[in-house]
Nanobody, 123 residues
């Protein structure tokens, strides 16, 4: 059984930065491409970023390009999401997810999900 546990969320002021972490256990981490999604209150879950098994490929939603950076450490079984220049519209629950698809960019590509970590950005 694969388990994903996010951490690193919190309340920050606009313009600040956060690094979210997602620790993965239960299976070989390097066999999964990983992604981050977010869901704001009253909105559907949206794709944020993805990274391939090796980390050589990354992909971002247009809305976060230039401010978000996804990375992974296969030795530590962890995927990260660095968020810079936070905006109030970044307020959401952030979820990490694992996929056996090589280049997963939509929710249906992902089979394993964490419980989420809350990010609140105040202006």
């Amino acid at each position: 059984q694969v388990q994903l546990v996010e951490s690193g969320g919190g309340s920050v002021q606009a313009g600040g930065s956060l690094r979210l972490s997602c620790a993965v256990s239960g299976r070989t981490f390097s066999s999964y491409a990983m992604g981050w999604f977010r869901q704001a209150p009253g909105k559907e879950r949206e794709f944020v970023a993805a990274i391939s098994r090796s980390g050589s490929w990354t992909y971002y939603a247009d809305s976060v390009k230039g401010r978000f950076a996804i990375s992974r450490d296969n030795a530590e079984n962890t995927v990260y999401l660095r968020i810079n220049s936070l905006k109030p519209e970044d307020t959401a629950i952030y979820y990490c997810a694992g996929s056996v698809v090589t280049y997963p960019t939509v929710p249906k590509d992902y089979t394993h999900w964490g419980q989420g970590t809350q990010v609140i950005v105040s202006s």
